[in-house]
């Protein structure tokens, strides 16, 4: 039997997925030691290896077959745009992309002003606002902390990730629209759904049924 390749985004979704996978007996402790520099860890009985990458790289390893699944955000997949299947929502990390900004700036959004839009997600604001909204806007794209850009007059609007919404009251800002709901996924590269369907096939079933009902 070959072994299955995992990619997993680095960070908090990373501990979720390794929980949920102690729950359908997947383990692999080796992974969870924080100091450890080693980046590929392997289950041998169960033939699978691990590796936590960045995010935005999951969905290349998986679109290559250097991984032949990855559990990664929706943002990222819909940023990254790469092919491969979609195929489970593992319903934690939920979050929403929204367009933020200071109260003052809905009124710009009404009348489709040109605007400078903020993100770190360059592909998705461009989507939102020339294919759904049909308003010309200019895209600057930024590596973090996205909610400074209104307050400095960097950008009118952000479009960004709002979790608890905090980050967003606590610098006077809100959300003025919705792009879409967000929510941890796994995917498939396309071959490998091919060639190993019926071990991918089986563990999707295992997991579904360790998700909380919705
Ligand atoms: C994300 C996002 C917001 C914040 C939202 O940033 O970009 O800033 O979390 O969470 P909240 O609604 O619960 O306040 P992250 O912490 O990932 O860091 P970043 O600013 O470097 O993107």
Same mark, same amino acid.
């Given at each position: 039997?070959?072994?299955?390749?995992?990619?997993?985004?680095?960070?908090?979704?990373?501990?979720?997925?390794?929980?949920?996978?102690?729950?359908?007996? /997947? $383990?692999?402790?080796?992974?969870?030691?924080?100091?450890?520099?080693?980046?590929?860890?392997?289950?041998?009985?169960?033939?699978?290896?691990?590796?936590?990458?960045?995010?935005?790289?999951?969905?290349?390893? !998986?679109?290559?077959?250097?991984?032949?699944?990855?559990?990664?955000? =929706?943002?990222?997949?819909?940023?990254?745009?790469? =092919?491969?299947?979609?195929?489970?929502?593992?319903?934690?990390?939920?979050?929403?992309?929204?367009?933020?900004?200071?109260?003052?700036?809905?009124?710009?959004?009404?009348? #489709?002003? *040109?605007?400078? !839009?903020?993100?770190?997600?360059?592909?998705?604001?461009?989507?939102?606002?020339? #294919?759904?909204?049909? *308003?010309?806007?200019?895209?600057? =794209?930024? $590596?973090?902390?996205?909610?400074?850009?209104?307050? !400095?007059?960097?950008?009118?609007?952000?479009?960004?990730?709002?979790?608890?919404?905090?980050?967003? =009251?606590?610098?006077?800002?809100?959300?003025?629209?919705?792009?879409?709901?967000?929510?941890?996924?796994?995917?498939? #590269?396309?071959?490998?759904?091919?060639?190993? #369907?019926?071990? /991918?096939?089986?563990?999707? *079933?295992?997991?579904?049924?360790?998700?909380?009902?919705?």
């Amino acid at each position: 039997m070959r072994y299955l390749t995992f990619a997993l985004g680095k960070g908090r979704l990373a501990y979720q997925t390794l929980e949920l996978f102690e729950r359908v007996g /997947i $383990n692999c402790e080796e992974m969870k030691n924080k100091d450890t520099r080693k980046l590929i860890f392997t289950n041998e009985e169960l033939k699978l290896r691990f590796f936590l990458a960045k995010g935005p790289d999951v969905p290349t390893y !998986v679109e290559y077959g250097a991984a032949d699944i990855g559990i990664v955000g =929706k943002d990222t997949i819909l940023e990254e745009g790469r =092919k491969l299947y979609e195929v489970l929502d593992l319903g934690y990390g939920k979050c929403r992309m929204c367009v933020c900004g200071p109260e003052s700036a809905g009124e710009l959004l009404k009348h #489709n002003q *040109q605007i400078r !839009v903020a993100t770190k997600y360059p592909n998705i604001a461009k989507d939102y606002f020339y #294919n759904k909204k049909h *308003q010309t806007v200019e895209i600057i =794209k930024l $590596n973090g902390s996205i909610e400074l850009a209104p307050i !400095v007059g960097l950008s009118e609007v952000i479009v960004d990730i709002v979790e608890t919404g905090s980050t967003l =009251k606590e610098n006077g800002l809100q959300v003025l629209e919705e792009v879409c709901p967000l929510s941890a996924r796994m995917v498939v #590269n396309q071959v490998s759904m091919r060639m190993e #369907n019926e071990r /991918i096939t089986r563990l999707i *079933q295992d997991l579904k049924s360790a998700l909380p009902k919705a």
